[in-house]
């Protein structure tokens, strides 16, 4: 995998977490020394291997299919092999898994949380005086975006609702996402106040680290 820091970071995590081993790289010619010459798949930003990109597919071997790319910029605007695949920024996470299911085959240790609903509270205008503001990023629509923001908000019920202010916000709508909350995929859930910022990201199915968010932020369950 070859991108900038933020996004390596963050999609090594998610991969990791579907059971793919993941090797990081800054450059092709880094890269291609971590792997030894061989891979299954290639995510890259083409910023880090446009003008040379036949030769990293040949290099580790691998045919256009198996290659993903994600982007700011509209996929038209790119000159590249037939096959490749192009995700604009911020990545749908579901769509990205499902490109990457079908190159590498299905996760060896798929994980699924507990879904809870309670009401979603509406916020508009500025931010409230509450002690913890939380952002939710999601594709909306989507699966695992509702999984997310049903396993928050079981969450957040055992808390003082005046204490936490929660806003979800969709990425597809959104006119202006700060470029502070690093939102490369989605569900993301990013801790605004207090600082500094904090993320987590997936589908949120691992209550305990959002308790432990929420306990690092000087909160305690509302008994």
Known sequence: MIGDSDERRLLELLMQRQGYEVVLGHDFARSGELVGGSADALIADPS????????VLEHYGLSADHAVLLTVQAPASLDL????????????????LSLLHGMLGPPRTP?????????TPSFSGEWSDSPVVLLLYVHA??????????????VLAGYDSHAVELRTIDVTTAADINPEDRVVLTPLLVRRRPMPRQWLLGDLSSTEKVHHLLAASGLDIDL
Request: aromatic letters at 2%; a positive charge.
């Open 48 to 55: 880090m291997v446009m003008g040379h990109l036949p030769r």
């Open 81 to 96: 092999p037939d096959g490749i695949r192009v995700l604009s920024k911020p990545i749908d996470m579901p769509r990205f």
């Open 111 to 119: 994980t699924e949380g507990p879904l809870s609903r309670r009401r």
């Open 141 to 154: 629509g989507t699966i695992i975006a509702e999984t997310a923001r049903r396993n928050l908000e079981a």
